[in-house]
């Protein structure tokens, strides 16, 4: 593990986690409301249904429609939900694998910083507004050929981080298009090269 560099641009993957938690935590007890709402028994005669001002008497198909309706509005809600925390969840998992893998079994490539790319993408911070870019990297190997890498969303340049111009990427041995830049990884081992203790 990394020590935390003093970069100040954590992966926006926290954020994509923390809105799987935030999500799951609103699907799930939503299903459970609308599936428990479907067996408590209602009494008819605590059912009040107005219709322009003058009360309806309830009747058991009131009931059902009632549990209906709370079936689709909590259940549907609820699944809502949890599937798009559920699918956000399993997403960064996968990520955190694959780049797990790649830190084991893959090639670990020195390459240097080409550029930076700006997106249109735009995040609000509690510094202010700050524009989403890409860090570019290249790598030439012994032949000769020369292979681009393209980082993931970064909040801010990370360039005043890196004095020697050096990002390590992780790439499948077998094919060089599976790759990962471990820019905090970078960072990290650029802070500690520098600081002697």
């Not at 549990?67 to 798009?84: M, P």
Request: one cysteine or more.
């Amino acid at each position: 593990m990394f020590p935390i560099a003093p970069f100040p641009n954590r992966p926006l993957q926290v954020k994509h986690s923390i809105l799987a938690i935030v999500f799951l935590a609103i699907g799930i007890p939503f299903m459970i409301v609308g599936f428990i709402l479907q067996f408590v028994p209602i009494n008819p005669d605590l059912v009040h249904l107005y219709i322009d001002g003058v009360r309806q008497p309830a009747t058991l198909d009131t009931v059902r429609t009632l549990r209906v309706v709370f079936l689709w509005v909590f259940g549907v809600l609820g699944w809502a939900f949890t599937i798009a925390g559920a699918a956000l969840a399993i997403r960064r998992l996968q990520q955190l694998r694959e780049q797990a893998r790649l830190r084991s079994e893959g090639l670990r490539l020195v390459t240097n910083i080409i550029d930076l790319e700006y997106t249109g993408a735009r995040t609000h911070t509690p510094r202010g507004v700050s524009l989403l870019c890409h860090l570019r990297t290249a790598y030439t190997d012994t032949s000769g050929k020369t292979f681009v890498f393209r980082s993931g969303l970064l909040k801010s340049d990370p360039t005043p981080y890196l004095p020697t111009g050096e990002v390590i990427v992780y790439c499948d041995q077998s094919n060089l298009a599976n790759y990962f830049v471990d820019v905090d990884g970078s960072i990290a081992g650029a802070h500690n090269a520098v600081v002697v203790l």
